[in-house]
């Protein structure tokens, strides 16, 4: 018989595994047609686990100040016409107030690794929230910490954690990222795991030299992780940066490898990024249609929203949070999935309260 891609995706949607090299062979030889199908199959897959739900998180950039220097982020502490910035403990607290009002809850606080926000500043946040609103999740996305501070945030009442992989491919990280470890970043999201987090990986799609081999080692890292949610979204060029000049991801990539992940890793929280809908006006919409099932409206204050650059031109900077939060709902129905507002945790989360 012979092998075809559409064999290849009936396969994928039966099993949730493929080998390397019949990855490699659906990236080389995938077609408008076999696309459609690959979608179809995500999207039942999605369904089968979550129904028609999309979930809501309320995403809050406390920090843009960063000690790294990730050679694609805007955000990178060699960028020197950043202008940058630190919310208070007190400005966080207000976007939680606004954003429970609005119904979010679950919110991410996101920074650049900000050495600022020390442990105990961290702690004492994480418990001002969890004080403030007891039924909320609280997802942190922080960068690399050591175990035991990501220990202490978690016994503060932290439940989920985000730290995306980037890539799977050890040189193309290497390459991205100067003076930082591939292993450390892999150590951090398998002890975040054993802490007992709800853990986010992802990679970036289009990043400069990286090859359809590359993309499979991130389907395959993210099977053999099997995390609880995975972020995928193109990698846009950002002027001040030294890939300034890249070409970036790509919408029909990008989706390629939503479903894809979907379907290898069926029961994940899988957002419908930003960056997704700042290269399509109808990207995030697009990505809930290949298999992803979370929104990230923006809470931040609408005055350091510009200043959140980790590429240009990022949809929202000028929206305050409840314009997002209605815009996204709009966009949800507009497709006909339905927004839920409960604190989404992923489905083995959910089981395990109920017990
Ligand atoms: N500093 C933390 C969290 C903030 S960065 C961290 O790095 O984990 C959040 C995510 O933004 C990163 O994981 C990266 O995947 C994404 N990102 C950064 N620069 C980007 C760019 N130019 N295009 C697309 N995504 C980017
Ligand atoms: Fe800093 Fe995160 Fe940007 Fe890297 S991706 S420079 S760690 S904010």
């Not at 996305?141 to 985000?162: N, V």
Request: charged fraction near 25%; proline fraction near 4%; charge should be neutral.
């Amino acid at each position: 018989m012979v092998i075809t891609v559409d064999h290849l995706l009936d396969k994928l949607y039966e099993k949730n595994q493929l080998s390397k090299e019949e990855l490699i062979y659906v990236l080389e030889n995938i077609h408008e047609d076999s696309k459609k199908k690959l979608f179809y199959y995500a999207r039942k897959t999605r369904d089968g686990y979550y129904g028609n739900k999309v979930f809501m998180r309320g995403l809050i950039e406390f920090s843009n100040i960063c000690k790294m220097d990730c050679l694609y982020c805007g955000l990178r502490s060699s960028n020197n016409n950043a202008s940058r910035y630190r919310l208070t403990k007190e400005e966080i607290l207000d976007c939680c107030i606004e954003g429970y009002k609005l119904g979010f809850r679950t919110f991410v606080l996101q920074s650049g690794e900000d050495p600022w926000y020390t442990e105990d500043r961290m702690v004492d946040i994480i418990k001002s929230i969890k004080s403030k609103f007891p039924d909320v999740a609280i997802t942190l996305s922080i960068g690399e910490r050591e175990e035991e501070e990501y220990k202490s945030f978690f016994h503060a009442g932290a439940d989920r954690y985000l730290l995306r992989h980037e890539t799977a491919s050890r040189s193309l990280y290497d390459k991205l990222h100067p003076h930082a470890s591939f292993d450390n970043r892999i150590n951090c999201l398998k002890v975040l795991k054993e802490i007992g987090y709800q853990v986010g990986a992802g990679f970036m799609v289009g990043l400069p030299e990286q090859s359809h081999e590359d993309l499979v080692e991130d389907l395959i890292f993210l099977k053999s992780l099997n995390p609880h949610m995975i972020g995928i979204g193109p990698f846009i060029p950002h002027s001040e940066t030294p890939l300034a000049n890249a070409k970036g991801g790509t919408v029909e990539d990008t989706l390629v490898m939503i479903a894809l992940t979907r379907l290898m890793v069926p029961d994940g929280l899988l957002p419908a990024t930003t960056a997704m809908g700042s290269i399509h006006p109808k990207g995030r919409e697009l990505a809930l249609q290949a298999g992803a099932n979370v929104v990230m409206p923006n809470l931040s204050p609408t005055s350091v929203r510009p200043k959140y650059e980790l590429y240009e031109n990022k949809i929202c900077v000028e929206d305050n949070a409840g314009h997002c939060r209605y815009c996204i709902e709009n966009r949800i129905k507009s497709i006909g999935m339905v927004l839920d507002t409960s604190r989404g945790d992923h489905w083995k989360y959910s089981q395990a309260k109920a017990l």
